[in-house]
C-alpha cells in the first residue's frame, strides 16, 4: 500500500498538490511520491501506469496530483491520457484535446507535436486526442510500444493514466510495457473480490503491481 488519501474539498482544477502544496492532501501525496521514487531506485522505474479495477476511483485525480507532485520534486515528468474512452486530463489542466495521443498512434502528428507544456515547471502532457472508435485496437498496436521507447529517455517519469482493468483490454496490454502499475482503490467503492481478480488479471498479463493507494 502506498498510501491513503483522505477527503478533503477539491478545487475546480482538482489540482490540490498545485493550488494547496501545503496541504495535508499534498503532503500524503509527497509520501507516495516518496515511496515511489524509492522503488525506482531499486528497479529503475520509470514508466508507471496508473489503473483500477473499475471506473469512478478517482484514478485520473490521483495521476494528476501525483504528476504534480514528482514535478514538484524537479523531476521532468510527462502524464500521458490513455483514456481513449472517456479522457478527462485536457478537463483538469485545461488544455486542449485536438491534438493528442490518438493523433500520435494514427500516425497523423508526431510525439513532438502532441506533447503539451502546461504552466506548472517540469510537467508536460500528452492529453488523449480526438475521439476513437477502436481504441483497443489503438493502444495495443506496435506504435504505442514505440512511442512508450521513445518517451522513455527524454523524461524522468512517465505516467500513464489509463482506463480500469476489468471494464477494458487494452490497459492489460499497456501495463505489460510498463516498468511498474500502480493501482488506485475507492474505499466503500472498491469489492475485495475485484481488487484480487485485478490483481490476477495483471499478473496474466506480466505487469508488474509495485503498489495501491487508497483514496
Do not use: W
Request: with cysteine; aromatic share 4%.
Amino acid at each position: 500500500m502506498l498510501n491513503k488519501i483522505r477527503n478533503a474539498p477539491i478545487t475546480p482544477i482538482h489540482l490540490l498538490t498545485y493550488s494547496y502544496p501545503d496541504s495535508v492532501i499534498a503532503d500524503q501525496f509527497r509520501e507516495i511520491r516518496s515511496n515511489i521514487q524509492f522503488l525506482r531506485e531499486k528497479k529503475n522505474h520509470s514508466i508507471l501506469l496508473i489503473t483500477s479495477p473499475e471506473e469512478r476511483t478517482g484514478k485520473s485525480t490521483m495521476a494528476a496530483n501525483l504528476a504534480v507532485s514528482l514535478s514538484q520534486q524537479n523531476e521532468k515528468v510527462l502524464l500521458i491520457d490513455a483514456n481513449l474512452r472517456t479522457p478527462i486530463m485536457h478537463s483538469l489542466f485545461n488544455i486542449s484535446n485536438a491534438n493528442g495521443l490518438s493523433n500520435v498512434l494514427r500516425g497523423l502528428s508526431t510525439v513532438k507535436e502532441a506533447i503539451r507544456h502546461t504552466d506548472i515547471h517540469q510537467l508536460d502532457i500528452i492529453t488523449a486526442g480526438p475521439e476513437v472508435f477502436n481504441p483497443a485496437e489503438i493502444l495495443e498496436s506496435h506504435a504505442m510500444k514505440k512511442l512508450l521507447d521513445e518517451l522513455d529517455h527524454p523524461y524522468d517519469i512517465v505516467l500513464i493514466d489509463s482506463p480500469s482493468v476489468l471494464q477494458t483490454t487494452e490497459t492489460r496490454v499497456i501495463a505489460n510495457q510498463c516498468e511498474g502499475v500502480v493501482l488506485v482503490l475507492k474505499q466503500g467503492k472498491t469489492e475485495i473480490e475485484k481488487a484480487i481478480k485485478t490483481k490476477q488479471v495483471l499478473d496474466l498479463a506480466n505487469a508488474n503491481l509495485i503498489g495501491a493507494i487508497l483514496n
